[in-house]
């Protein structure tokens, strides 16, 4: 008896084992596809100077939309393409599109001060990275401080021998770097001293809770202080609400990007925000 239960038991695990390896392949697979066949698209998000309110930059973030699955978001995909060897070409491929996006913008006159770029560890281990944006950077007619690089600390804590090399190498072309998601990880000040970040973006997490926790707020004025000691550009994630914008300005955060100014936008609505941006008042 016990060990048909069991038989029983193990049929069931392997079967949903089973779908979930076969969904995981499906995904993988799709994902290839995907990559080389266009159906990834990227978003664009509005920075803003929290000083005159004028626009800092936008972040670009990755869209995919399956013609099967639908939309697949980046909390999916980016764990699949890491595994799967192929998180290196999508952030190529978001380079290469961001570099596009900015330079059609300007051309059409839309202003658009900068792009930041989300990339892996991964896109660090390649040697070749500094020569690749180098090449992106002529072929788009665009200056070094036209784009932002976002590392999170899963690039420090990397072993890989060519990291060190090839941060210092995209440093020295002048592109800045930002590090996205600051103060989740470990060893958050150690490394700053360390590395040639210009940017740090205060995670979301503590934005979200900043106004109705002291403690959190304490904690989101402590980075912003840090911030303002390094002569770090502050940039504050995931604003959503008016308390957590004058929180913010009065902690004198230097920049903010949230859902109370704008969800990530395609580039044609990007461009019509833009637009009415600069004409309308500012913020308040
Ligand atoms: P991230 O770089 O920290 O990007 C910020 C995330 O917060 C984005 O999620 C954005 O849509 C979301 N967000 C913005 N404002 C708000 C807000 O007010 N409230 C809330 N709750 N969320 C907000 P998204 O687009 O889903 O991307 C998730 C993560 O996926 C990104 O986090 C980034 O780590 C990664 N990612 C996205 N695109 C790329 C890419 O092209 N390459 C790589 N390597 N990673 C990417
Ligand atoms: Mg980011
Ligand atoms: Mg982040
Ligand atoms: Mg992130």
């Not at 290469?96 to 892996?120: K, T, Y």
């Not at 592109?175 to 970040?197: C, E, H, N, Q």
């Not at 957590?244 to 580039?267: E, H, K, N, T, W």
Request: glycine fraction near 6%; charge should be negative.
């Amino acid at each position: 008896q016990a060990k048909a239960v069991n038989r029983g038991r193990f049929s069931f695990f392997s079967e949903e084992m089973n779908s979930l390896a076969q969904e995981r392949l499906a995904l993988e697979s799709a994902l290839r596809d995907a990559l080389r066949g266009g159906s990834f698209e990227l978003h664009f998000q509005p920075q803003i100077n929290l000083h005159d309110h004028s626009l800092h930059g936008v972040e670009a973030l990755a869209r995919w939309h399956d013609p099967q699955m639908g939309q697949v978001s980046p909390g999916r995909f980016i764990p699949i393409a890491e595994e799967c060897g192929l998180i290196g070409e999508l952030g190529k491929w978001a380079l290469e599109e961001a570099c596009f996006q900015l330079a059609d913008w300007r051309r059409r006159g839309i202003q658009v001060p900068s792009v930041s770029v989300n990339l892996s560890a991964t896109n660090f281990h390649d040697l070749e990275l500094p020569q690749f944006v180098t090449g992106l950077l002529r072929r788009y007619s665009l200056a070094p401080t036209d784009l932002t690089l976002e590392i999170t600390e899963t690039v420090l804590m990397d072993t890989n021998p060519s990291t060190n090399q090839t941060i210092a190498a995209v440093h020295a072309l002048g592109i800045p770097l930002a590090m996205d998601d600051f103060g989740t990880g470990y060893s958050s000040l150690g490394y700053l001293r360390k590395l040639p970040v210009s940017e740090l973006k205060l995670d979301q997490s503590f934005v979200r809770d900043m106004a109705k926790d002291e403690a959190v707020s304490a904690l989101t004025n402590a980075v912003i202080r840090i911030g303002e000691s390094l002569k770090l550009t502050v940039v504050a994630e995931g604003v959503e609400d008016a308390d957590q914008y004058r929180l913010l300005i009065s902690q004198g955060c230097d920049v903010a990007q949230g859902y109370y100014f704008s969800r990530p936008m395609s580039a044609d609505q990007l461009e019509h925000w833009v637009r009415e941006y600069r004409s309308a008042a500012p913020v308040e």
